[in-house]
């Protein structure tokens, strides 16, 4: 065996990418197989290992969060055929453990064998064929258990990681350093380990192909990358209940007063700010204007926007913030308002845009490459960067689209099931079918789902 595929996970690491990754993979190929070993795992189901580390710690509830649990419930309701779906959650003390399948929803019954109920808590045992999905964005976790990592590799254990933005590397303004730097060993990690990428939009799975290559000078395909929808049924994903004590008061303004919509968690890339005073603008104009609803919780770096919203001489008037809203009281929210605002100036891929599309709500959004990759009705863009422009366009927006009959028809939209579905086909898994977790191919119209590139 070559010295080349015994070295330890902490040298690799440090090792240019495309020889590291080359290390890796020869690392896996070579490892002796026993024969009695492999003939008593090949009884046994594979495990679709699914990293769970950041929502089984804290659920902030906010877009990569929705992902994560509506994804992981489907695949515990329907998994793919010959395979074992099975949480597992890592610290920063810790490798990876098994977690207990409904830690998310503590009261929602999960049927569990009675070892997985026994191993809940205690490390992952792997044997070859097991499939590690990196499901949630656990940058600051996977680098720390590289050499765990490694040693499931070499028990031929596949490492898929799904690839949300890659924000932090290409704006680092927009995040604490902290972040970025966590980011950046994160994402040289998935060069180095990672089997392929799934992206959560076409845009996101060229921007990676071309830093990979840029950064490392990793060819264009030699990681291979698919792409899967995301689904707008919110109901589907584990959804959080409860309304306000004054909730009813506001819908009721909101039914009497046309409202926009804004929402998402308060950060610098999300253009509240343009939208902020665009709206204030508009307001002191003498024609009618629409109030404004914010929902999302306080983020990083918007510490003046936060305090402009709490002390604007509209709030609570014709400017609402809703920092901690359930997403039954959101569904309500986007069934009620006229319209909704999506100002961020960069996404992965922009989950409000297709939940207000379920609603039959009209959109205005920014004109980024991401947004124009849905295909929906009722979706306007605005491409000005001025408060004067963003003014200008709400008030057109307004006066054709917020009124038109047409954009309050619900369109055909992705469910989280169909996004299942694409997500076990670029893993090469079947999902086992049955009357309850039929494909939905409703929405293949409007979003189609891009295969994995082979590799170089």
């Known amino acids: 065996m070559s010295l080349i595929s015994r070295l330890p996970s902490w040298l690799i690491q440090h090792l240019p990418v495309q020889l590291a990754r080359q290390c890796v993979q020869t ?20 495990q679709l290992l699914v990293d769970v580390s950041v929502i089984h710690q804290s659920d902030a509830r906010t877009g990569i969060q929705r992902v994560v649990r509506a994804l992981l419930l489907e695949l515990l309701q329907a998994p793919p055929a010959g395979c074992s779906v099975r949480p597992i959650f890592a610290t920063r003390q810790r490798g990876y453990c098994y977690a207990t399948a409904q830690f998310f929803h503590p009261f929602e019954p999960t049927v569990q064998t009675a070892e997985q109920v026994e191993q809940a808590g205690k490390p992952v045992q792997v044997k070859r064929n097991d499939i590690f999905l990196g499901l949630d964005l656990a940058a600051h976790l996977l680098p720390r258990h590289q050499a765990q990592v490694m040693r499931w590799k070499r028990s031929g254990v596949k490492v898929h990681i799904v690839v949300y933005d890659l924000l932090p590397l290409q704006h680092p303004e927009w995040f604490n350093p902290k972040t970025t730097r966590n980011f950046k060993r994160w994402i040289k990690w998935l060069a180095i380990y990672a089997d392929s990428t799934v992206c959560i939009s076409q845009t996101v799975k060229m921007e990676l192909s071309t830093w990979l290559n840029a950064s490392f000078g990793l060819p264009m395909g030699r990681l291979p990358a698919s792409t899967i929808v995301l689904g707008a049924n919110i109901e589907a994903s584990a959804p959080s209940a409860g309304l306000p004590t004054k909730a009813e008061f506001l819908l009721a303004r909101m039914r009497s007063t046309p409202a926009v919509l804004m929402v998402g968690t308060l950060e610098p890339r999300k253009g509240y700010d343009q939208a902020i005073a665009a709206f204030e603008q508009l307001w002191q104009q003498p024609s009618a204007a629409p109030m404004l609803v914010v929902v999302g919780r306080p983020g990083w770096k918007t510490q003046a926007l936060q305090q402009q919203l709490r002390t604007h001489p509209q709030a609570n008037k014709r400017l609402v913030w809703l920092e901690d809203v359930s997403d039954e009281f959101l569904t309500q929210l986007y069934s009620t308002c006229c319209g909704v605002l999506v100002a961020s100036r960069a ?33 306007s ?12 366009a709400i008030t057109q927006w307004q006066q054709s689209t917020l009124h038109s009959e047409a954009a309050r028809t619900a369109p055909h939209f992705p469910t989280w099931r169909l996004s299942a579905t694409q997500l076990l086909n670029a893993l090469d898994l079947q999902r086992v079918q049955c009357a309850a977790s039929s494909i939905d191919t409703s929405a293949t119209s409007i979003y189609a789902a891009k295969p994995m590139e082979s590799a170089a």
């Open 27 to 46: 690392h896996r190929s070579s490892e002796p197989q026993d024969p009695v070993h492999t003939a008593e795992q090949s009884s046994l189901k594979r």
């Open 347 to 379: 996404e992965g891929f922009g989950l409000p845009l297709i939940e207000a599309a379920l609603h039959g709500k009209p959109v205005l959004a920014r004109d980024i490459p991401v947004f124009k990759e849905l295909k929906t009705t009722g979706l």
């Open 381 to 392: 863009f605005f491409d000005d960067n001025t408060t004067q422009g963003l003014a200008n």
